[in-house]
């Protein structure tokens, strides 16, 4: 028996159960530049991503505390080198006149050049401190690496490669993705 019926616009329930695997076409592998608190995820599983998306907040609060503290070392070490070079002044003047040993001057210009490398470290440690809090507050995702161990030789991009299971970085081996 053959039934007719009038064509209509909808879904068609179709539906099959069954066991599989499925394999993204691209996948990327992300990993945070600094450890800490997650408050925060800005995507949903599945959900497409590209570079330049925020995908999640992390505390930046240890990495403030930690900018703080450099800061104020670099303060403390700043104001000691000012002091010693204040000293090493007087301390020229006195050698000039013969009121010193030259051994107390040398000394002195010793201790400039610590105060001095002391800051400088101390401004690393600040810029670093800095670095941490712009990693933590605004983490993105850069396709630095790829993974292609799931693709199939048509989707690689790359005519280098066979797809089975290389880790590639975009941007040294196989052009901008």
Known sequence: MIVTSAAQKGDIGTYVNALGVVTPIKTVMVKSRV??????VNYVEGQMVHAGDSLVEID???????????????ARDQALLENARVDLDRYQIAYSKNAI?????????????QY????KLDQGQ?????????????????PDALDCASWTRQHCPCDRCQC??????????????
């Open 101 to 113: 040993p030259k051994q107390q001057l040398d000394t002195q210009v010793a201790t400039v050049h």
């Open 35 to 40: 450890d800490g608190q997650l408050m925060g």
């Open 116 to 119: 001095e490398g002391t800051v």
């Open 164 to 177: 089975a299971g290389c880790n590639y970085t975009a941007s040294t081996d196989h052009g901008d993705l």
């Open 126 to 142: 600040v810029d670093n401190a800095r670095l941490q809090i712009t990693y933590s507050t605004s983490p993105r995702l850069f």
């Open 60 to 74: 930046p609060r240890p990495y403030q505390a930690a900018l703080t503290q450099a800061e104020g070392q670099l």
